[in-house]
């Protein structure tokens, strides 16, 4: 009740604060919004200039290695060597087509190998080679080792820079696309220009090779510096200040802040094709997000442009610029607070505006604080009491020296106060005669509130439940019986009040109830169960059922059972295209024996034939007394060639047993499905009863089969 009277009596105060802020947060907004809008294209400038940096030092890379070749074709001996008419009549062959090569010829390779040799001293070349017309290399040097003529490739020819570079004009130099180089075995960039005799004829064209990774180390040299503060910035957020060369399938060739290992990987063969995305990342692999990938896709395209996008929160900004070569493309990416980091001007400002919103708050927030207070402390009294009435404490009548509203909700609350303690009164004892009802009672009854904390466990549940009350509270109303998803089941079919579950649990058969309460809004606030222990009831009925389906003399199953159980068992033969046999036997001359015997001993005679099958049989096998002295056994699963020499072996343990220095024999018919080929259980046991007649007719004490009567 304080914390709602702590509401009003600041009424004033918190809307002098609300509409004073809302004005101060409106007029800083929009400065600070103009504000940053004039710092961000600022960035954004700085970030496309730094991009016209690296263009600017891309561009001299690769004029710089124009240069180089236009440096290398200006020696004397391209055009001598092919000039010779040695050379001009073709090239020849040895028995293992390695080249051949005439003195003169040789002589000028080796000045052209020494003028490689000094070209890639001076400059980053790891290969060069010259190719002639038909793809036959006659002069190739990798990491200044020149190779023997035995080593010359003749198929040069299928070189993607093969036909582009005859198709120059004179002086002109062709840029490939990036390759794994199977000498160098690493990414390189090749650069090649056709041979031009004095006759305008392009005999050869002179190539050399330039590593990716020097591409790499020249332009992360010139690209844009990342600070310290920038640099911790990407500890924590990879994605803040990024410079990436991206090709235009998407791949990443050159980024500031992850190392690419452009050398052939272990394990690659040579004849092997190396794919540059297998040592390339994506460039989805810094963000999938798809207003990034749609900025990144611009890029792709040749675009220059500048825009932003937000991930999880955070603000992105991307200039992008393509490059004039290869369909490449340069991109930057910072992220808000990379853009702006180090930009005193804008933060001063925001600095200011929250000081002075914070102080003209504060000062606000007092004064309307001393007045309120002053304006609403008669209500202070009335705030105390109410309190205590709800907790329960012992409260008296508020006194209030005025007639005016105030007066008059005093008078009222001091009514309504004598009416809830003489209403309490009343419920306590209600609720203590309703425990002790509930405590003496023999069903177990476990309530819960709202939240399923269990408020209420009389003594009875905790007898059949196996717990003490502590337990029971502290497994939750649900763990009652070990198993939550049954008493939520029970809990939303709301079966209380319906037909019992019965459950076995603590090694007692229950009768078990679950409901919850529910609210006029038909919300829960509360769940109940009882339960009462039957598993006396419940022994005596199987009991009861197990005696009516018993045979009292044997010990068997008896006629009943089998009338009853029959044909299921039949239809779960045919059902399945199972085996199942029917033996049918009776005693021989029972009549006669009862006769000069007695019955005692033809009861005897009848308890060890019973005892017999009981022992003898597989518990999926039901043995009953029809009748008399008749018997029948069902052999599930079994067929007739086994059904009759189970019923064999029956028979002579029968014969070989003494009853008080007795013995008796028993005639045996048998049949079987699906070989006698019945669809009516009572057919199949019919079957079995005529094959039992065949046997006494046959002269007893024997087995005989259905299918053996003619």
């Not at 018997?631 to 008080?660: H, Y």
Request: include cysteine; hydrophobic fraction near 40%.
């Amino acid at each position: 009740m304080k914390i709602q009277f702590f509401k009003i009596k600041h009424r004033f105060a918190a809307l002098f604060v609300i509409l004073l802020g809302l004005a101060i947060g409106i007029i800083g907004w929009f400065s600070f919004e103009k504000t940053e809008e004039a710092v961000i294209a600022s960035a954004l400038s700085i970030m496309h200039d730094d991009l016209e940096h690296v263009y600017g030092q891309c561009e001299m890379f690769h004029d710089r290695a124009r240069s180089t070749m236009g440096i290398a074709l200006e020696n004397p001996a391209f055009k001598e060597y092919f000039s010779l008419p040695e050379t001009r009549a073709g090239n020849r062959y040895d028995g293992n087509h390695h080249l051949i090569l005439t003195p003169e010829q040789q002589v000028l390779q080796g000045r052209l190998d020494d003028w490689t040799y000094a070209l890639q001293k001076r400059f980053p070349i790891v290969e060069t080679c010259l190719i002639d017309a038909t793809g036959q290399e006659h002069t190739r040097t990798t990491h200044r080792h020149k190779a023997p003529l035995a080593d010359m490739s003749p198929n040069e020819g299928e070189a993607s820079f093969f036909k582009p570079t005859f198709q120059l004009p004179p002086g002109e130099v062709y840029l490939a696309e990036p390759y794994m180089s199977v000498d160098a075995k690493e990414w390189v960039f090749a650069y090649t220009s056709p041979v031009v005799l004095d006759d305008g004829s392009k005999p050869a064209f002179y190539h050399f090779e330039i590593p990716l990774a020097f591409f790499k180390q020249f332009m992360m040299q010139n690209s844009p510096e990342v600070g310290e503060t920038s640099k911790a910035l990407q500890e924590k957020d990879p994605l803040s200040d990024r410079f990436v060369v991206l090709t235009a399938q998407g791949l990443i060739v050159i980024d500031n802040f992850r190392e690419t290992n452009f050398s052939l990987k272990p394990g690659k063969g040579e004849d092997e094709p190396a794919l540059l995305q297998d040592y390339l990342p994506k460039i989805d692999t810094l963000s999938d997000h798809p207003d990034f990938l749609s900025l990144i896709q611009k890029a792709r395209n040749g675009e220059e442009n500048h825009g932003s996008f937000t991930v999880d929160g955070m603000r992105y900004f991307i200039t992008y610029k393509p490059l004039p070569t290869l369909g490449w493309s340069l991109v930057r990416i910072k992220s808000y607070d990379a853009l702006l980091k180090g930009n005193i001007s804008l933060t001063n400002i925001r600095n200011v505006i929250i000081a002075v919103a914070l102080g003209v708050l504060i000062l606000g927030f007092t004064i309307v604080w001393i007045v309120s207070s002053w304006i609403t402390r008669p209500l202070s009294r009335l705030s105390i009491a109410m309190e205590a009435l709800q907790n329960g404490r012992e409260c008296v009548d508020v006194t209030a020296n005025t007639q005016d509203e105030l007066g008059q909700i005093v008078g009222h609350f001091n009514h309504m106060r004598r009416e809830i303690e003489k209403n309490r009164d009343f419920l306590i004892q209600e609720r203590n005669k309703l425990t002790t009802i509930i405590h003496s009672t023999q069903e177990g009854v476990v309530v819960a509130d709202g939240k399923d904390t269990v408020v209420l466990v009389n003594p009875a549940a905790e007898r059949l439940l196996g717990k003490t009350m502590e337990q029971i509270a502290q497994g939750g109303f649900y763990a009652l019986l070990d198993d939550p998803e049954y008493i939520r089941a029970v809990i939303a079919g709301d079966k209380f009040g319906s037909m019992a579950d019965v459950v076995v649990f603590n090694q007692l058969v229950l009768n078990f109830y679950a409901s919850k309460f529910l609210n006029a809004e038909g919300e829960k606030i509360g769940s109940a169960a009882l339960m009462r222990d039957i598993t006396r009831e419940k022994k005596l009925e199987e009991e009861l059922r197990s005696l009516s389906f018993t045979d009292k003399l044997t010990g068997l199953l008896n006629r009943r059972w089998l009338e009853e159980s029959m044909p299921v068992e039949f239809s779960r033969a045919l059902r399945y295209g199972l085996n199942l046999s029917v033996l049918f036997f009776d005693v021989d001359h029972f009549k006669k024996f009862n006769d000069t015997h007695g019955h005692d001993m033809g009861d005897l005679v009848l308890r060890t034939i019973g005892e017999t099958l009981r022992t003898m049989f597989r518990q999926t096998d039901f043995a009953c007394r029809f009748g008399g002295e008749e018997f029948c056994v069902l052999l599930t699963n079994t067929g007739a060639d086994q059904a009759c020499a189970v019923a064999e072996k029956l028979r002579q343990k029968i014969g070989a047993t003494q009853i008080q220095n007795m013995r008796v024999t028993i005639s045996i018919g048998v049949s079987s499905n699906p070989l006698a080929n019945t669809n009516d259980d009572k057919a199949l046991l019919k079957l079995a009863d005529n094959a039992l007649y065949a046997a006494k007719k046959l002269g007893r004490n024997q087995v005989v089969r259905w299918d053996q009567i003619k």
